[in-house]
């Protein structure tokens, strides 16, 4: 069985990158592009971990992840924050909140993502 | 003297009573806050009560009161104690028995203040009020002491993994603590010993205005409640206040005009000092939103920078993985120095918005035990490929002894190695590099030596600058803007280590040293 993985991007060029790299690596991808969706498709789907971006329109990606956190439907999935916005306090914040990682996108090829995923999914 | 006896203890309460109230009312919910109120009000008591020592005409009353006066410090350690615990972030709690000993001592103590234990006797001097302590009162100032180390103890742990800003504001606090204890433990323990009583119902006031002055100039310098601006007005208010109250006490009406002229110029100096403070702190107040503003802007010109560039990267990684079909040969090539360029700007946007942060102070260090010789082993890992795409050797030499864990921020550190070793990859095109850890009495010592260009002396010393290279980066065609040994450097500092080279000359190579305490 596939594992179900949550994108929450809000750039589409990078959603459908990554969205590719993981399907073409077995996952099951779910995209969502803003943080309601992205609340909603969690709360449907159950995925086995949201990648979440941070910098999303309407609301700041920590905000969704305090969402996530108090919903107890939700709220054990693993989420790994996952953005280009690097700032030391909102990465605290994020940690804080119970993101098992704090990933800069630039720094990572998709596929040393993967591998990082794939290790957490393991765990 | 009788005069310092009168206006010292009401200064004192008139400081400490508003400084308590203000910090209470900014944050009515904050236990910090709540407990800084009642800390201040145990104070007041000790105050007050040693102050109608003085003034009452009635010996018996006199007594019951001087006996009374010790319950202020009984109830004053340990909720100072407990402030030290919730100071400056509310991370720890008293431990179960720490409750249990301090409600113990508490309660047996208050039990016996009002007996011949604390004060056998009081009588009447020329002066005033003398008294003959108990064995309780000597038990009290152990008591206090006591507390006074184990308050000292918490500051200092916390000191340690305190920010800047948290470091500065228990400074202050300790100082202020320090002379209080000094002050105190000499008017109420010391010169009673030998029979000196005479300062003992000045003592609290002459000891707690050092606390006061120094949780002030931390509030006014620092920050330590947000409340300087009112401070400064309580302040001013307080000792205007005690100038008029001179202007009515005084004696004849030479003493009245020196008083009123007095008052007048304190009144004018006292406006024009709530006028400049006002001013200071709206100035800083608008340097640190605009210091707030550029850090967010960097963080938002960096995170749309690097969208575009991850981009590249992701497309690019997949099509050389082979994740569209085969690359033709002859795109290879290019392909891959487009990757490698790629690469090379999101380096330089990182480096920048390091650099920035660096030159702005926005960055704190994150203390944590960590085994250096992993942390060394594993960037040398992650570096060990591009050595060997450029025929040359990268080696970490196994310690001659155990390294103990340091504490340090592990993500710093290990950027600060890795820009060191990136560095000498760049500098050396034969041989390779060599790394060591060393440990010395104090302190570990990180070794980066490099078979490649070598440095002149004045090189070397200039070579930390931003933008700075040796003369080998002008010659050589190297990669990157001159900023990984700053951004090294800065690291280093905010561990308050030390980093510097040392080459015999060029093409003898060079050797970087990392020096971090042991701590």
Redesign the interface.
């Known amino acids: 069985m596939k594992n179900k993985i949550l994108i929450i991007e809000d750039e589409k060029i990078l959603a459908e990158m990554y969205k590719e790299k993981f399907e073409a690596e077995g996952f099951d991808v779910f995209l969502a592009f803003d943080s309601q969706e992205g609340l909603e498709v969690a709360k449907k789907e159950k995925p086995e971990l949201i990648l979440l971006d941070i910098l999303l329109p309407s609301e700041n990606g920590v905000y969704l992840l305090q969402k996530i956190k108090k919903d107890n439907n939700i709220s054990k999935i693993p989420v790994i924050a996952f953005s280009n916005y690097d700032d030391q306090k909102t990465k605290n914040e994020a940690m804080e909140l119970g993101a098992i990682d704090y990933i800069i996108k630039a720094n990572h090829t998709p596929q040393e993502i993967i591998e990082k995923i794939k290790n957490y999914l393991k765990k | 003297m009788n005069q310092l006896f009168f206006v010292l203890p009401i200064l004192s309460f008139i400081l400490i009573f508003f400084l308590g109230i203000i910090v209470f009312l900014k944050n009515p919910k904050g236990s910090q806050n709540r407990t800084f109120f009642a800390f201040s009000l145990s104070l007041l008591w000790w105050l007050v009560v040693n102050f109608i020592v003085d003034y009452i005409k009635d010996l018996s009353i006199s007594f019951r009161f001087s006996q009374l006066a010790a319950i202020g410090p009984i109830i004053a350690a340990p909720l100072f104690f407990y402030f030290s615990l919730i100071f400056p972030r509310s991370e720890k709690k008293p431990t179960k028995i720490q409750v249990f000993f301090i409600l113990f001592f508490c309660v047996i103590l208050l039990i016996l203040v009002p007996t011949k234990f604390n004060v056998e006797k009081v009588w009447s001097e020329e002066w005033g009020v003398n008294f003959k302590p108990g064995w309780l009162y000597y038990f009290l100032g152990l008591y206090l002491a006591s507390y006074f180390i184990l308050i000292f103890k918490n500051l200092f742990i916390v000191y340690k993994k305190a920010n800047s800003l948290e470091k500065t504001q228990i400074e202050y606090l300790l100082l202020g603590l320090f002379f209080t204890l000094t002050i105190g433990l000499i008017t109420n323990l010391g010169l009673p010993l030998v029979g000196y009583n005479r300062l003992v119902t000045l003592g609290p006031s002459l000891s707690v205005l050092p606390f006061v002055g120094f949780v002030a100039y931390a509030i006014v310098s620092k920050h330590l409640f947000e409340i300087e601006v009112i401070l400064t007005e309580i302040l001013v208010g307080a000792i205007g206040t005690l100038l008029l109250f001179q202007i009515f006490m005084a004696q004849n009406t030479f003493w009245k005009m020196t008083n009123s002229l007095m008052f007048i110029l304190f009144f004018i100096f006292g406006w024009l000092l709530t006028k400049y403070t006002f001013r200071e702190i709206k100035r800083r107040e608008e340097a640190e939103k605009l210091s707030q503003a550029k ?2 802007f960097l ?2 010109v ?2 749309q920078l ?2 575009p ?3 590249i ?3 690019l ?2 099509i050389l ?1 082979g ?1 569209y079909g085969k690359v033709p040969i002859v795109a290879q090539k290019p392909l891959e120095n487009i990757y490698a360029s790629n690469e090379r700007l ?1 380096r330089l ?2 480096d920048f ?1 390091q650099v920035s942060r660096l030159e702005t102070g926005k ?2 260090i994150e203390l944590k035990k960590t085994n250096l010789e992993s942390l060394i082993r594993s960037t040398v890992d992650e570096l060990w490929i591009k050595t060997k795409e450029k025929g040359l050797y990268l080696k970490f030499e196994k310690p001659k002894e155990q390294i103990p864990e340091i504490l340090v921020d592990k993500e710093k550190i290990r950027q600060v190695v890795l820009n060191l070793i990136d560095n000498a990859i760049r500098y050396t095109s034969v041989g390779g590099i060599n790394i060591s850890l060393e440990k010395r009495k104090n302190y570990v010592r990180i070794i980066v030596k490099d078979s490649g260009e070598g440095l002149e002396k004045e090189e070397a010393e200039r070579l930390f600058k931003s933008f700075s290279r040796g003369a080998a980066g002008q010659k050589m065609w190297t990669e990157g803007a001159g900023l990984g040994l700053y951004i090294a450097k800065k690291l280093v500092e905010l561990h308050k280590g030390k980093i510097w080279a040392i080459s015999e000359g060029k093409q003898k190579g060079s050797t970087f040293y990392v020096e971090l305490a042991i701590q």
């Open positions: 850090t967010e963080s938002i960096s995170h690097r969208t560039l991850t981009a990267k992701g497309y990684s997949m993985e994740t999101i946007v990182n918005l960055i704190d």
